[in-house]
């Protein structure tokens, strides 16, 4: 079976590259991006052992889940629209990219209605390219306090989607910079970050040797997409 083999093939690049770096794999979570692929998909990935997903439009994801196993555990990736937080809420349990204090008060707002609980890290645009989405790193850090005034939202750490590269050496740096971050952010907060989701298909050897604790990986697991849609589709 094809999705078995190419889990094999990302879970022995995942243990190559924590025995590198001395980590443990247990601490990288495999996230299995979804988006694109029918809720077949996810459930023959459950079957193999895959527990998390990623989607990146709520629209689908809200078709996709309900006809999904219910032991899967879902990861919102995408931008967000304020106008959609309500269904996130209620779809998801982690949403990695929380990119504004408007989207983040939006979603206490609505988890409260719902009595919910969500774990959220926050996305930051450590590249600066004006195509994506995420905290200019400065702005995050001034941010920071606003959110103990959220207390339906468990800061977990922070997300971040590298430039495209076709050597993925050369996006080392933002995966340093993001964990940096991270420790400058945990700081100023006084409590650990745990997560830092980074790395995808074609780099997530170079972010778990930077650190990494999520890599979200789509094409790799489940080949490449109907739609070519990368990382910055959005709502
Ligand atoms: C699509 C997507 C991924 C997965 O990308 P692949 O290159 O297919 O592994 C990861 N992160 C985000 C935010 C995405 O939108």
Known sequence: MLLAENLAAVQSRIAAACGRSGRDPAEVTLLAVSKNHPAEAVAEAVGLGLTTFGENRVQEAKAKIPLSPSRARWHFIGHLQSNKARDAVALFGTIESVDSLALAEELQKQAEKQAKTLQVLLEVNVSGESSKFGWVPD?????????????????????????????????????????????????????????????????????????????????????????????????
């Open 139 to 235: 702005r995050l850090m001034e941010s920071l306090g606003a959110f103990d005034a959220l207390p339906r939202l468990e800061l977990h750490g922070l997300m971040t989607i590298a430039p495209y590269a076709t050597d993925a050496e050369n996006v080392r740096p933002v995966f340093r910079r993001l964990r940096e971050l991270r420790d400058r952010c945990a700081d100023r907060l006084g409590a650990p970050l745990p997560v830092l989701s980074m790395g995808m298909s074609g780099d997530l050897e170079v972010a778990i040797e930077e650190g990494s604790t999520i890599v979200r990986v789509g094409t790799a697991l489940f080949g490449p997409r109907p739609k070519g849609v990368r990382g910055t589709a959005e709502e």
